[in-house]
């Protein structure tokens, strides 16, 4: 008769998942693409890192209404859905950040003096690409991690 603390998942493939190299670098990409966006669209409403208003085109800031800051709100809130989206279903969420960073990048490329964070962005979008394509290899396969 098993005991109440028996498992009925295997240790073995759960640790040899956790080997991977792989899957480790899945789950470091779904850690950081799940806080980064979740800690900087918080931000957007506390302005403590950066005066984010500043960073938006004024081109964009002329369709949307209302003030920059208000419009960074709305970014903010867009950033938590990605991150916890990453969170929940990574297939999804690295391509909802992808594609999120693409419209940064373009935002970014549009005011004189951001290249450089719009190269930084580039890369992070390369990451965000990574894990939804790592997400596909493992779905499924961390149920249980």
Do not use: C
Request: avoid cysteine; hydrophobic fraction near 50%; proline fraction near 6%.
């Amino acid at each position: 008769m098993p005991s109440a603390t028996t498992s009925t998942t295997s240790v073995g493939p759960r640790r040899a998942m956790l080997t991977d190299p792989g899957y480790q670098a899945f789950l470091i990409l779904r850690t950081g693409f799940t806080v980064a966006p979740i800690l900087f669209g918080l931000d957007k409403f506390a302005n403590l890192l950066v005066d984010w208003p500043t960073y938006l085109a004024p081109w964009i800031n002329d369709l949307v209404p209302g003030s920059a800051q208000a419009a960074m709100y709305a970014v903010g809130v867009i950033e938590i859905v990605a991150g916890v989206a990453v969170a929940l279903a990574p297939r999804f969420g690295g391509w909802l950040v992808a594609g999120w960073l693409g419209g940064i990048i373009i935002n970014l490329l549009t005011i004189p003096g951001h290249y450089d964070i719009a190269l930084r962005d580039f890369g992070l979008l390369l990451g965000a690409v990574a894990l939804a394509r790592l997400a596909e290899r493992y779905h499924g396969e961390q149920e249980g991690l």
